[in-house]
């Protein structure tokens, strides 16, 4: 698992040379944000994606996220096949990269309030904690994958994420 | 549901290009696999370093050298799909397009590691006349099918479609995984309509710039404009024409795909002297009958000790040739062999590729009359027919067919 993340990691740091507009870098404080893209659906739910990448000297932690075309957004994880709210966000050193993929960490938008087309450009804000945020333009697209059953836990604290940040 | 078929045929192909390259490997000799088979280095233009930079003013797919391998990928447009759509569609084409060609994974690439040798990707866009009626755009007169010619033995559904994706690439490997993605993200608006797989001799195998052989061992296309010239930029682009098409297809240029069958086991029967007479050039050089080069223009009054034609009335370079510099077309072409062809056997062919900027003033003079008469025509029947627009090339934030869309 660990191996599989870090190849794929080493492929979204070569992505970084030549940005085309479909991978959009967004830079906040010195978070960059590469490869957003949302699975398109026209349900109640879907996952974000991304590469997170912190070229700071100090800690960061994605402590949630925003957009309008979902009522409540969370930062999730995959945990023996089944997706959860990741307890306390996605922490990301100093000067390491959060590879957010279908089957692991992932940004989870719920309450979609309109269907989600393959190539149109969603705008997300992300929360780091601390008051920071990040502005990601997100495409989506079609996608087979990130297919994880949904095991609410507590919608509670889920709704406390979305106010942070700002 | 014909997707079955046609995804079938699409891995026996690939079964059949791969067990060739064995048997080619076994030809060669053990020596020759056991000192020259080293793995290239970074730098000197292979695989990942084989890059054709895709943004431009034109398509990069039209002037690239040929690949080794090309695949052509023909849809039609979901029914319910809208201009807005379109533009969508589009967008996730230009930009995966655009990354492949750099060797980058595209967004949501389940196998990114399959993206990173683009081994000279390009992927080049058309239009069938559908598409541009569906945006309400304005078709050019000759976006639509060819005028009938009596050689035609043409199945429609071999033809035709809404819109094109023609990838090349050296790698066959790198082929596959383009078109595997540029369908998958565009399911949501297309359905597949025909495709089909081309090749011409491996990368680095004879050298650049040499003409290729078709399936009958012929020089093929020798008489092709380099896209350097501005012969070829008069054709293709319609630079400096006396008419052009409509404003959102400057830049780009018209294309015509005709599967063209080749009955090798007729043209084995005739012997080498019949084979020249027939192309009118020699096969061993592509020079024309009379000539020595195979850059040599074919001299084409050129009598011999009886006072007969060196290249006979029937010969094809004599009937091919532009009676007028507006015939001039730029052309390409790719071998194929399929397991179960239009007769359910084995077919072997020429996949020809005609680009002109008015494909109705430039080519269909030139099949017209080789539909009259051309000797090749006891060897040959044309089974498929497409024509296409080639929307110009865009910048980095725009996408293929941004000035119809």
Known sequence: ?166 | MTTAPRFSRRILLGGAAASAGLVALGAGGQAAASQHLVPPEPGDGWGKDAIVPFYGPHQAGVVATPASHARFLAFDLLPDIQPEGIRRMLRILTEDAARMAEGQPPLADSEPELAVVPAHLSVTIGFGPGLVSRVGGQSPDWLGPLPPFSIDRLQPELGGGDLLLIVQADDLVTVSHASRVLTRQTRSFLQPRWNIDGFRRAVGSEPAGTTMRNLFGQVDGTASPDPQTDGFRRAVWGAGASHSGPAWLAGGTGYVLRRIVMDLDTWDEVDRRDRELSVGRHLDTGAPLGGERESDAPDLTARDALGLPVIPDFAHVRRARAQNPHEVIARRGYNYELDHGVQGEPESGLLFEAFAHDPQAQFVPIQRRLAEMDMMNLWTTPVGSSVFAIPPGCEPGGYIGDTLV
């Open chain 1, 1 to 166: 698992m660990l191996l599989q993340r870090g190849l794929v990691a080493g492929a979204v740091v070569a992505l970084f040379v030549s940005l085309t507009a479909g991978c959009q870098a967004t830079d906040s404080a010195e978070v960059r944000v590469v490869d957003a893209w949302i699975k398109a659906t026209d349900e109640s739910m879907t996952g974000m994606f991304a590469s997170v990448e912190n070229q700071g000297s100090s800690d960061v932690t994605i402590v949630g996220a925003e957009t309008e075309v979902a009522g409540m957004v969370e930062i999730h994880e995959v945990v023996g096949g089944v997706m959860r709210e990741k307890e306390g966000g996605r922490a990301i050193a100093a000067g390491e990269t959060a590879v957010l993929e279908p089957g692991g960490d992932h940004i989870m938008l719920m309450g979609l309030n309109r269907a989600l087309l393959p190539g149109e450009t969603i705008t997300v804000t992300i929360f780091l904690g601390g008051g920071d945020s990040v502005e990601v333009a997100a495409q989506v697209r079609d996608f087979a994958g990130a297919d994880e059953e949904y095991v609410p836990k507590d919608m509670g604290e889920s709704a406390e994420h979305g106010e942070m940040g700002e």
